[in-house]
């Protein structure tokens, strides 16, 4: 089990790193756009929003791969991708063809119902990372640590 769960920690965290790198490469105005055209969200948390998201995706992605608070991480990227699925259905249910922005302004992918079962299967194999936490070559097994902020208890 501890490799499949090194393996998950990889291709998730891959992805939010490349989904991070490329929003941040767009900029904030342009992932600030695409997170707008969700029509979800008050203008006044959209270019905050904008501007935080890439860092955040980049670090929980390192997070993951380095195998550093692992369940934390596996936890939020869970939840992430459960509210990522949830943004996208709105689209599709409310017929909103705009672009989703998950991968940056550069791949145009529309809201599908599919898409959105693929952001729930990624919610699911980090709900699942989580439970297993750390894995196999995890940072937070060379520092003694469960993946967690639980506090150590010395016998």
Request: charged residues 10%.
């Amino acid at each position: 089990m501890g490799y499949l769960v090194f393996g998950l920690r990889l291709v998730l965290g891959g992805l939010l790193l490349a989904a991070g790198a490329l929003k941040a490469h767009d900029g904030p105005a342009l992932t600030a756009n695409s997170i707008a055209a969700y029509r979800l969200l008050p203008p006044a948390v959209v270019a905050p929003l904008g501007t935080f998201l890439p860092y955040f995706e980049i670090l929980l992605g390192g997070y993951l791969v380095l195998g550093l608070l692992t369940r934390f991480a596996a936890i939020v990227a869970s939840t992430q991708f459960a509210l990522f699925a949830a943004a996208v259905a709105s689209l599709v249910v409310r017929g909103i063809p705009a672009d989703c922005g998950c991968f940056g302004s550069g791949v145009n992918t529309p809201p599908t119902w599919p898409h959105v079962g693929g952001d729930l299967l990624l919610a699911a194999l980090a709900a699942l990372v989580a439970w297993r936490a750390p894995g196999f070559a995890a940072l937070d097994r060379r520092l003694g640590t469960s993946g967690s902020f639980q506090a150590r208890h010395e016998v």
